[in-house]
């Protein structure tokens, strides 16, 4: 990835409500409402390199909720 694409994919994750001039494909905008929908969320961690990688983070059940 370049760095603007790294850059648009950080602010297309981050919880800010802001609109942003990036075509992410449809697998990218289902997982984060599927995420949304589940009171979690998709967090971009990126290597030294260019590289990128997606991480789904699920809420950890409280028992007695």
Do not use: W
């Amino acid at each position: 990835y370049s760095d603007k694409q790294v850059g648009d994919l950080k602010n297309f994750f981050s919880d800010s409500e802001g609109l942003i001039d990036y075509h992410a494909g449809i697998e990218m905008i289902l997982a984060k409402q599927i995420m949304i929908s589940h009171g979690g969320k998709v967090a971009l961690i990126q290597d030294t390199g260019n590289n990128v990688c997606f991480r789904m983070v699920f809420p950890y059940p409280v028992s007695g909720s």
